[in-house]
């Protein structure tokens, strides 16, 4: 035998060997049956000799490999599971090339160049999948990838991989995203891949609740409890789901159920604290906020919030209480003084108020309802000054607040600056369009000032739609009297009228209009109506000046006698009465009334000018004279009394000259 005989004899020698080793190492794993084991062994010395002495391409039976620890066959029979907690390496090639040596391994997933014999994680190859995963594969459980064997560059074997995802991995990823829709898309597929996994359920009914996805998460919590009624963690999502939505009466309800099964829970109880007082069940949040208090006795917070539930229900001395408990230098210290500042404000107890608001503003960062209060309490004590600058301080922490831009209004009006506290209340009508005190102080504002069209605009809008449309229709019969606007100003009196307005200055007014429109027969009576009712010194000086104007001059005498009655000024009525006297032809009443009336007051120029024309026409030209005189040293600018005198001083004069003539003769 020749030595290269020797040599191939060696060879085959060593393969059968070694095939028949390694057959009964991977009979475990491939071959069931004695026959099978026999089958394999005789396909692989075959192809081992075939590969070495004929140098035929070598076949790949199977890969073996290690997973967490234990030993695995990868075939193409049987395929490779893999899941995000497996570790693995792909130890060995069962193939025709004994030494196992040459190959090249591609895991399908992983990214690397050669993965033989090199440690991978499953979680990198879930990862990878994951991204691309369809329906039809989370339907049929796994995805598919491949483990290609190569040898010295040539694909000799492709064996399969079962990829799967488990629903803990769709978990991890919506975990780990920052995306919304991507997080609500794997808890979807996590409960689509186990539907009886509560806690995912749960998860998602979270998820879709931050995301304002209502009735998503009330469908996702209810079918938690579908399996399982007593689930306080489905009942607690459902609650506050429901609270979102503002359905407070079924957030109510879930935190009842949710309480009875877990009674210890602070967090369920004050969701159900927060559902009552939405609802305006105060009974209710009360004893479920003393139910909180005896959970969390050194939590200030809740004792605040049942202070703040019993302010509501006006138990001060019960919510003086609970402040009184906060802890004076923690953290809530600022909240309790605040509190205890309102119970104080509404005992009408300001000098207290006004301390422990002091003490606020003291412990820094006060709020701008601190400032408003402060300027409430000033205001009690009729402090203007201080109660306007607290609201000017409010109001700079908080521009758009319309509540405190209406009471700095109000505080302005207070402290006598009318335009700022008008341009305030426009503020407020752009921030609340529809506020109706604040259109109406602004039109009484308006009205004050003068500023009769805006009056008018804003009253028109509020006419009728208050329970002070009465005063409404008078101010807008005067407003429009004023612009001259004569046919609404009496349609708005008479309407002020109808709405049972009783101040004679209503009617008094309508006459005038009347007057001023030509009605006299209509404004007569309704003079007379108002002298008639509640007669007032300006009625009566109308009721008698129309008398005068129609010739009624017995009427007018009545009137004025009434207005002396009724505490007009004596000296004017004295001397209107001498003027109808005058009117009359009575001179003597006329002087004597005239005379009246500068006992009362010596200094009217105009009575002395009517009483030296009355002495005038009497022909008592001196003391026609002296009257004149003494008008106008009264009023030195009277151009009447300045002509008279020396007219007076003649008529004299040529009266002396006739006298004497006379008795010459």
């Known amino acids: ?11 085959i020698t060593a393969a059968v060997v070694l095939l028949v080793v390694g057959g009964f190492m991977i009979f475990p794993y491939a071959a069931p049956g004695k026959a099978s084991l026999v089958s394999f062994i005789g396909k692989h010395i075959q192809g081992a000799l075939a590969y070495h002495l004929l140098d035929r391409t070598p076949r790949v039976y199977a890969l073996m490999a290690e997973k967490n620890g234990q030993d695995f066959l990868i075939s193409e029979q049987e395929p490779f599971d893999v899941t995000s907690r497996d570790e693995f390496v792909i130890k060995d090639v069962v193939s025709d090339v004994l030494s196992g040596e040459g190959f090249t391994i591609d895991v399908s997933g992983t990214g690397g160049s050669d993965d033989y014999r090199v440690p991978l994680r499953g979680i990198d190859l879930v990862d990878r999948f994951a991204a691309h995963i369809t329906d039809e594969t989370m339907k049929r459980g796994y995805s598919a990838g491949q483990i290609r064997v190569a040898y010295g560059g040539k694909l000799l074997a492709t064996m399969p991989v079962r990829i799967r995802i488990m629903p803990q991995d769709w978990l991890r990823y919506a975990k780990a995203s920052d995306n919304r829709n991507k997080r609500i898309a794997y808890l979807k597929r996590a409960a689509a891949a186990n539907p009886r996994d509560l806690v995912l359920r749960r998860a998602l009914g979270e998820i879709f609740r931050h995301a304002g996805m209502i009735p998503e998460a009330i469908a996702e919590y209810q079918g938690v409890l579908a399996e399982k009624p007593d689930d306080a963690k489905a009942l607690a999502g459902l609650m506050k789901t429901y609270l979102g939505a503002q359905q407070n009466d079924l957030a109510a309800k879930a935190g009842e159920r949710a309480v ?3 009674p210890g829970n602070p967090g369920l109880w004050e969701d159900l604290v927060l559902a009552y007082g939405r609802l305006g069940l105060w009974e209710k949040a009360a004893a479920s906020c003393r139910t909180l208090v005896q959970l969390k006795p050194q939590d200030d917070a809740v004792r605040l919030r049942l202070a703040g539930i019993y302010e509501k229900m006006g138990r001060e001395s019960e919510a003086i209480a609970q402040y009184g408990g906060v802890t004076a230098k923690g953290s809530h210290a600022v909240s309790m003084l605040e509190g205890m500042a309102r119970m104080s404000l509404k005992q009408g107890k300001y000098d207290e108020a006004i301390r422990l608001l002091n003490d606020t503003v003291r412990k820094g960062s006060p709020s701008a309802a601190v400032y408003a209060n402060l300027a409430l309490a000033y205001g009690g004590k009729k402090m203007r000054k201080e109660e306007l600058a607290n609201y000017r301080k409010a109001a700079a922490m908080k521009p758009k607040d319309p509540v405190i831009l209406y009471n700095l209004a109000v505080s302005l009006e207070n402290n006598n600056q009318d335009q700022e506290a008008m341009g305030i209340y426009e503020k407020v009508l752009i921030l609340q369009p529809g506020d109706a005190d604040a259109t109406l102080r602004l039109a009484d504002l308006a009205f004050r000032n003068g500023r009769y069209a805006q009056a008018v605009r804003l009253y028109e809008k509020l006419a009728g739609k208050t329970a002070l449309k009465g005063k409404i229709y008078a101010n807008l019969g005067y407003a429009y009297g004023e612009l001259n606007q004569l046919a609404p100003s009496a349609k708005y009196y008479e309407k002020a009228v109808k709405a049972g307005v009783k101040d004679e200055k209503v009617a008094y007014n309508l006459a005038v209009t009347y007057e001023k429109m030509g009605n006299e027969k209509a404004a007569a009576a309704l003079y007379g109506k108002a002298a008639g009712q509640k007669p007032s010194v ?6 008698a000046d129309h008398y005068i104007k129609t010739g009624r001059y017995d009427q007018a005498v009545k009137t004025y006698q009434r207005l002396l009655k009724l505490g007009g000024k004596k000296s004017g009525v004295y001397a209107d009465l001498g003027y109808v006297y005058g009117l009359r032809g009575e001179l003597d009443k006329a002087i004597e009334n005239y005379k009246t009336s500068l006992r009362y007051d010596s200094g009217e120029s105009d009575v002395y ?8 026409k009497k022909g008592m030209l001196e003391e026609a004279l002296k009257a004149y005189t003494r008008a106008y040293q009264l009023n030195p600018g009277d151009e009447d009394a300045g002509e008279r ?10 009266e002396k000259r006739e006298q004497e003539l006379k008795k010459e003769s």
Do not use: C, D, F, H
Request: aromatic share 6%; no cysteine; net charge positive.
């Open 609 to 616: 000018m009517r009483l030296g024309g009355v002495y005038e």
């Open 260 to 262: 009875k099964i877990e």
């Open 645 to 654: 005198i020396p007219q007076l001083k003649i008529r004299l004069l040529r």
């Open 538 to 543: 300006e009625s009566l000086n109308r009721l």
């Open 1 to 11: 035998m020749t030595a290269q005989g020797k040599q191939n004899r060696v060879w």
